[in-house]
RNA sequence: GGCCUGUUCGUCCAGUGGUUAGGACGCGGCCCUUUCACGGCUGAAACACGGGUUCGAAUCCCGUACGGGUCACCA
């Protein structure tokens, strides 16, 4: 059976293994966490979420957080995941500190760390057990495979190979050496050990104990093509690379207690488990696991072209994981979100809805709190990947865009009216000549349209007067006073209480005003928006648009 | 279908036998105001259902309903 589906390399003892791969020199009570992504096109939010919690779990313990790549199924590999993985882990600060670093650089003494390349250990595993009777292998063809569910199906029994419907597990050596001799493709199965009516109680970080029927499958363990399914990989890989905290979805509920047997036949300690529950969504009246299929917001890398700040993300995952976050937050501002300690124990048992709302909400908070320096050193950086038009514009004058940002930024109450660095070509574009002669045909649409519309002549009086000398109530007090000469009221309880004496209000010529300097009604104060601008832009824009 | 698991405002959470069931997001109203955003005040909004146990139940027990997961040579 060894020609054709162990390789040569697979002739490690366990103990050569265990000799290898030695448990690791950490302080008591520290997590060895790790993800385990497979490479099949994209990253899940979902990753993003059980990375998050698996990195902050080991390094509030002095543990470490490490990535094994668990790429065994060739056939659904899709090139380029990997760096994507590695890309959306370090967008979002959860960088491993163990495994893949960088095309195919790995740190770390406990690889190699694509499981892949760990065929040769897998398979003497597989030996091991082969040897102890614990597996054994199968000739079984899909067809007959299906024939036997078609069977199991109409005598109203589970499922599975298993039990006296394992029809290899109790075979001659004589029928093995005949499918042998014929070049029969096989597997390697566990020879379950789980009896009838037996149930196991098994640990779990979240959910305390969880109480199953004992796993009776004699599940593959080893794949024709000599790689490792998930299931043997999982146990091989975690004890070897000496996981203390395996975090996963709860998905893998239903195979655990065949992975605690595992554990057992090898007679290795198991880590401790903690099954979270998956971020969801609603559909219709029900909710369902966001689908990279369907939700484009399943995908990190929508996260990251949208340009959401890190910690906006981050934050957000945080209040999923544990609701005190926000209540931590509001009491700690300013501090690293790090510093939040994380419970594993305190976990929701139900999955969450993910809410967009809730994450701007979320993001709006952290960059409204952000210095007009570090939006613009981040939202660069964003812009450089994802927006190269845009960043030329904003990088061209670091100076002109931080002012532009810092605009009612550096008060009490900051302004929060950016969520996330895609936001910032469109809201404020027209500070840029160039993008402000895109929008000319919008003004004058919005000019001629406007009610009360501004006198002849006004415009370019304020031009002609618009000294950027003036403090903010002087600006205020002069531009109220040539309003009132146009017939603009200082303000809206002069004009009400008698509209007939009035054009309009204040309001009405700042709103003109705002159309001809921006292209748009809604802008940041006016005062300061003519700051940055400055006066040549506002003589010419002001003047321009005298002759609309 | 079997097995596992879950169910407090629309959403995320708090609540571990006695609370007018609390907060946040979102939504509505009012105020502030040169627009928008901010900020302040305020409103609507929930214990899935049915039985127990108890002086008393969102909280404990049992059922029911409805979700979700899983039953691959995918992870």
Request: aromatic share 12%; glycine share 6%.
């Given at each position: 059976m060894d020609r054709n589906i162990f390789t040569p390399e697979a002739s490690f003892t366990i103990d050569e293994l265990e000799a290898r791969f030695p448990p690791r020199d950490l302080p008591a009570g520290a997590c060895v966490t790790r993800f385990g992504p497979s490479p099949t096109g994209s990253m899940h939010i979902g990753g993003l979420y059980t990375s998050l919690v698996s990195r902050r779990v080991a390094h509030q313990s002095g543990g470490l957080f490490y990535l094994r790549i668990e790429d065994t199924d060739r056939k659904r590999e899709v090139a380029g995941t990997v760096e994507l993985i590695l890309a959306s882990l370090a967008?979002?600060?959860?960088?491993?500190?163990?495994g893949e670093i960088a095309d195919g650089k790995e740190i770390?003494?406990?690889?190699?760390?694509?499981?892949?390349?760990?065929?040769?250990?897998?398979?003497?595993?597989?030996?091991?057990?082969?040897?102890?009777?614990?597996?054994?292998?199968?000739?079984?063809?899909?067809?007959?495979?299906?024939?036997?569910r078609?069977?199991?199906?109409?005598?109203?029994?589970?499922?599975?190979?298993?039990?006296?419907?394992?029809?290899?597990?109790?075979?001659?050596?004589?029928?093995?050496?005949?499918?042998?001799?014929?070049?029969?493709?096989?597997?390697?199965?566990?020879r379950s050990t789980g009896g009838r009516d037996e149930r196991v109680t098994l640990p779990d970080t979240i959910r305390e104990s969880l109480e199953f029927p004992a796993n009776q499958t004699d599940v593959v363990l080893l794949k024709a093509d000599g790689m490792p399914t998930y299931h043997l990989a999982h146990v091989v890989d975690d004890h070897f690379m000496r996981t203390t905290d395996v975090v996963r979805g709860n998905e893998w509920l239903a195979?655990?207690?065949?992975?605690?047997?595992?554990?057992?036949?090898?007679?290795?300690?198991?880590?401790?488990?903690?099954?979270?529950?998956?971020?969801?969504?609603?559909?219709?009246?029900?909710r369902r696991k966001l689908s990279k299929r369907s939700d484009p917001e399943a995908s990190v890398g929508w996260y990251m072209?949208?340009?959401?700040?890190?910690?906006?993300?981050?934050?957000?995952?945080?209040?999923?994981?544990?609701?005190?976050?926000?209540?931590?937050?509001?009491?700690?501002?300013?501090?690293s979100n790090e510093d939040f300690t994380i419970e594993?124990?305190?976990?929701?048992?139900?999955?969450?809805?993910?809410?967009?709302?809730?994450?701007?909400?979320v993001s709006r908070d952290l960059v409204g709190a952000m210095s007009a320096g570090a939006i613009y050193d981040a939202a660069l950086v964003w812009a450089s990947d994802h927006a190269s038009e845009f960043a030329t514009r904003f990088g061209a004058d670091g100076a002109?865009?931080?002012?532009?940002?810092?605009?009612?930024?550096?008060?009490?109450?900051?302004?929060?009216?950016?969520?996330?660095?895609?936001?910032?070509?469109?809201?404020?574009?027209?500070?840029?000549?160039?993008?402000?002669?895109?929008?000319?045909?919008?003004?004058?649409?919005?000019?001629?349209a406007l009610q009360p519309a501004p006198p002849e002549g006004m415009l370019a009086a304020i031009a002609a007067a618009y000294d950027p000398a003036l403090d903010r109530d002087q600006w205020l007090e002069w531009l109220r006073a040539l309003g009132l000469s146009y017939g603009y009221a200082a303000n809206v309880k002069a004009f009400k209480a008698a509209p007939d004496a009035f054009r309009g209000h204040f309001g009405d010529l700042a709103g003109a005003l705002r159309i001809v300097l921006a292209a748009r009604r809604n802008t940041p104060d006016l005062f300061e928006l003519m700051q940055v601008l400055g006066k040549d832009r506002v003589v010419a824009r002001l003047g321009a648009a005298a002759g609309w």
């Open positions: 967008t979002y600060g959860l960088s491993p500190d163990e770390g003494q406990y690889g190699p760390y694509r499981q892949s390349e760990r065929k040769p250990i897998y398979q003497s595993c597989v030996r091991w057990l082969l040897e102890q009777g614990h597996a054994y292998p199968c000739f079984a063809s899909a067809e007959e495979l299906q024939a036997l078609d069977a199991q199906a109409k005598h109203k029994v589970p499922p599975g190979y298993w039990g006296t419907w394992a029809i290899w597990r109790d075979k001659t050596a004589a029928d093995v050496d005949a499918a042998l001799a014929a070049s029969q493709p096989f597997v390697i199965r566990l195979s655990y207690p065949m992975h605690a047997e595992m554990f057992k036949l090898f007679g290795w300690v198991p880590p401790r488990f903690a099954h979270i529950s998956p971020i969801e969504k609603n559909d219709g009246s029900s072209e949208a340009g959401y700040p890190r910690d906006a993300v981050i934050e957000y995952l945080l209040n999923l994981i544990d609701g005190r976050f926000e209540d931590w937050r509001a009491a700690n501002p300013g501090v594993l124990e305190r976990m929701n048992r139900a999955g969450a809805l993910f809410d967009l709302a809730k994450l701007d909400s002109y865009s931080q002012a532009i940002l810092d605009i009612e930024r550096h008060g009490e109450r900051p302004r929060k009216d950016i969520v996330k660095w895609s936001d910032l070509a469109p809201d404020i574009g027209y500070f840029f000549d160039d993008t402000y002669a895109g929008l000319l045909p919008e003004a004058q649409t919005a000019l001629a």
